[in-house]
């Protein structure tokens, strides 16, 4: 941003303005210094007498009768408060989208813990099986097939074998049946 500057429109300018409608001279002044709003009429009138090139009669009511007014200070160029404003601006948009980001992770944090506790939850109440007890004779069935297996071109050599399954399965039947009764 460039620096800024103020116009000073005097009583004096109007005034001239005013009683000199047919010509006015034109000339231009180097802005004078600035005088603050909390300045009084004493002091305004103190810089009028030490201004030169102002008579008395100009100095007063005005030639018009118009009253006499402080000059007025016009700022031209862009405030200086528009770049901080925006910047200003921005910041609050970054606070409250990072105070967004915690809440979010928070809730995030919470649901995960929700989440894990269910899980173990249903781990723990899952059907699980009751202890079953092996297949009864599975030894004496496998050896029936390896038997068969090895003399596959003369299969009653696996009689005894056999034999032995046929009676193993005999007696676990009859344990069960015996359990139901």
């Known amino acids: ?45 103190e810089h ?12 007063g009511a ?23 404003a925006e910047v200003v601006a921005i910041q609050s948009i970054l606070k409250e989208s990072e105070r967004v980001v915690e809440r979010l992770q928070k809730q995030e944090e919470n649901m995960v813990q929700e989440v894990t506790q269910r899980a173990k939850e249903l781990h723990d109440k899952e059907f699980k099986l009751p202890y ?8 004496e069935k496998d050896a029936c097939l390896e038997c068969y297996k090895e003399n596959a071109k003369d299969p009653l050599k696996c009689a005894t074998v056999v034999k032995t399954f046929v009676d193993c399965a005999r007696r676990e039947r009859q344990q069960v049946s015996s359990a139901l009764d």
């Open 132 to 139: 079953q007890k092996p297949m009864p004779c599975l030894a």
């Open 48 to 59: 009028q007498k030490q201004t030169p090139g102002i008579s008395g009669t100009q100095r």
């Open 62 to 84: 005005g030639a018009a009768g118009w009253p006499l007014q402080p000059p007025v200070f016009i700022p031209v160029g862009p405030p200086p408060t528009v770049a901080n």
């Open 1 to 45: 941003m460039g620096d800024s500057f103020t116009i000073q429109i005097s009583s004096d300018l109007v005034n001239r303005l005013v009683a000199d409608g047919d010509k006015v001279k034109k000339k231009t002044k180097k802005p004078k210094h600035k005088i603050p709003h909390g300045h009084d009429q004493s002091q305004n009138k």
